[in-house]
Structures are given as C-alpha cells and as structure tokens.
C-alpha cells in the first residue's frame, strides 16, 4: 500500500486528491499540477502544496494585521467579512472530516493520523 502524510496539510486540493485523480479530474488537483510541473512524486507535491498552502496563512495574518480603521461602521463590517473568510477555512476543513466525501470510513484514521492511503 502507498499512504501520503498530510503534514501541517489543511488545504481541501491536499484531502481531495485522491478522490480526484481516481475520477480522472487531474487538472482540478494542485497536487497533481505539481507532480507534472516539477517532476516530483505525490508525498513531495502534498509537502510542497502544505508549505504554500501555509505561506498564504502567514500572508493573510500578515494583511490582516495592517488593515487600517476607518471608522466603527466601517471597521465592524471589514471585521465581519474577515470572521467570514477565517470561518470558511476553517468550517471547510471540518467539513472534511464530518463527511465521508474524501475519506470514506477511513475519516477518523485519516484525521487522527493524518495519512492518505492512495494505492492498494
């Protein structure tokens, strides 16, 4: 068996993979445009993958941390759109984990251990 391991990986294109590739829809996979881009194999796309995936995270923070004030209105709606998209990645990522969309019955294994099984 071939297993991935979804180190510091919180990025749907990393859980959706194999789902993906198995229904033939590669190109919708960032996993596997970096397979084919830079030559590597699968484990090294998904550390590559989670490595951008975590500096999108800091560049966020980083943005979200020189937002300027306006004023109370203006500032409270600012802050409720940035909730939203904290909110989206983070429901996202529960989503993954509550449904068997990705992981089948293998969800909680996958969660507790954070390894893919790929290929038989």
């Not at 830079?38 to 995936?53: H, K, L, P, T, W």
């Not at 996202?92 to 019955?105: A, K, M, N």
Request: net charge negative; glycine share 6%; with cysteine.
């Amino acid at each position: 068996m071939e297993y991935i391991e979804a180190v510091s990986i919180e990025a749907r294109d990393l859980y959706s993979f194999k789902k993906e590739y198995a229904a033939g829809h590669k190109v919708n996979s960032l996993v596997y445009i970096l397979t084919e881009h830079n030559g590597v194999e699968i484990q090294d796309a998904c550390s590559e993958a989670g490595f951008r995936y975590g500096e999108l995270m800091d560049e966020f923070l980083a943005n979200k941390a020189l937002l300027p004030s306006w004023d109370a209105e203006i500032d409270g709606t600012v802050a409720a759109a940035v909730k939203c998209m904290e909110d989206w990645v983070v429901g996202s990522l529960h989503w993954s984990f509550e449904t068997p969309r990705y992981f089948g019955d293998s969800k909680d294994e996958v969660k507790r251990t954070r390894l893919v099984q790929i290929s038989e």
